[in-house]
């Protein structure tokens, strides 16, 4: 029977694992809420409602300023590099057809033959993993639009009464089993916090250096390549390789490869900046991640939800480290010490008699 109900839970989760993607989108969503409207509560005394409401419009006018300032050289930059497109691979072809003639393991191969067009076919293949997996999402039109709405009027609900639905997932469980599942409650709301906030403070900071250090150097789109570089640095170390690797192929039709390496080297520098001062002083050691478990989450959650799990493979990774702490080490193999205690706890406390009596008799 155990079996039995193991493999129909198993079968549920895989027929809803989409809902599930957007209950979880949702909830990182309603983290940021949270913390923006945890702040308005904190110093100014606001009402949680009203806090939520000033929360969602300073959003919305930050995203539409940002929008109004950024928005239109960035389109023409896009615009100018996808019309120029055609004549900068056929430009970095031909270098690199030079730079490899003039060694004799790479005379003989198509990279020295600059009619070959491999440079040209590695776009092209890029485009079209692109289409068949990004643009699968956008051609469902009508879909994507209500799939957003549910993520959005999910997070103001969540956000606006966080206690309510944590009070009903603590009660799925038995009375000796509350005070555990209070403690991973607090420890994963604590660390997605964390994670959301510091993650997008250090996207606008990627963004910035580098958008700055290649208008120094005087790279082409230099704001087009700088927005790219914040947006997909919330792909751990596959975004920051083809963040850096980006500009750097474009400056190759130059033929200057002093300007190349500077590029490579403001890349790295600027994301060790960040790995290294920005994200530890932001997230206060919060969320420490093996750097090879990172990876691999980001590997099987691609591999399993697409360009969507890319996204969400670091938050799972973090929770899924809660879990590990508070179960397995705190509760199966008796570790208490191994477990890291939540800095940040959730402003609503799970309130009433039961929870009192909970802490009062768990062993």
């Keep these: ?45 606001t009402k949680r409602w009203l806090g939520l409401t000033e929360a969602v419009i ?33 430009n970095i072809q031909n270098v690199l057809a030079r730079w490899a003639s003039q060694y004799p393991v790479l005379d003989q191969t198509d990279l020295a033959n600059p009619s070959s067009g491999v440079v040209s076919g590695l776009v092209s293949d890029s485009v079209g993993f692109l289409s068949g997996s990004i643009l699968g999402y956008v051609r469902g039109g009508g879909m994507l639009f209500i799939e957003g709405a549910s993520v959005v009027v999910m997070a103001l609900y969540l956000a606006r009464q966080p206690a309510q639905y944590r009070d009903g997932l603590i009660s799925l469980f038995s009375p000796r089993h509350r005070a555990i599942a209070m403690r991973v409650f607090d420890d994963a709301a604590a660390t997605l916090r964390a994670w959301v906030v510091g993650q997008l403070i250090a996207m606008a900071v990627l963004a910035a250096l580098t958008a700055v250090g290649l208008w120094i150097l005087g790279v082409p789109y230099w704001l087009a390549f700088g927005i790219f570089t914040g947006l997909v640095a919330i792909v751990p170390f596959f975004g920051t390789l083809v963040s850096t690797l980006l500009p750097a192929l474009f400056v190759v039709a130059s033929g200057d490869w002093v300007k190349v390496l500077l590029v490579i080297l403001l890349g790295v520098l ?9 994200v530890p002083r932001i997230m206060q050691h919060k969320v420490e991640l093996p750097p090879v478990l990172t990876i691999a989450s980001v590997l099987v959650m691609g591999t399993l939800l697409g360009p969507i799990g890319l996204i969400v493979a670091v938050p799972v990774l973090c929770v899924t480290m809660v879990l590990i702490r508070h179960i397995l080490h705190g509760e199966v193999y008796g570790e208490p010490g191994r477990m890291k205690p939540a800095v940040l706890k959730p402003t609503e406390p799970w309130t009433g008699v039961e929870r009192r009596r909970v802490v009062t008799t768990a062993p």
């Excluded at 109900?5 to 809803?16: D, G, T």
């Excluded at 389109?75 to 497109?85: P, Y």
């Design 1 to 45: 029977m155990a079996l039995f109900v193991a493999a129909l839970v198993v079968w549920f989760i895989l027929r809803v694992i989409d809902v599930l993607l957007l209950v979880f989108l949702a909830t990182l969503l309603a983290v940021y809420l949270s913390a923006v409207t945890d702040l308005m509560e904190r110093r100014f005394g």
């Design 58 to 90: 300073a959003t919305l006018a930050g995203v539409t300023g940002i929008g109004v300032l950024l928005l239109p050289p960035v389109i023409e930059q896009t615009r100018a590099l996808i019309g120029g497109l055609p004549q900068t691979l056929s």
């Design 270 to 278: 600027v994301h060790v900046f960040e790995a290294n001062l920005v």
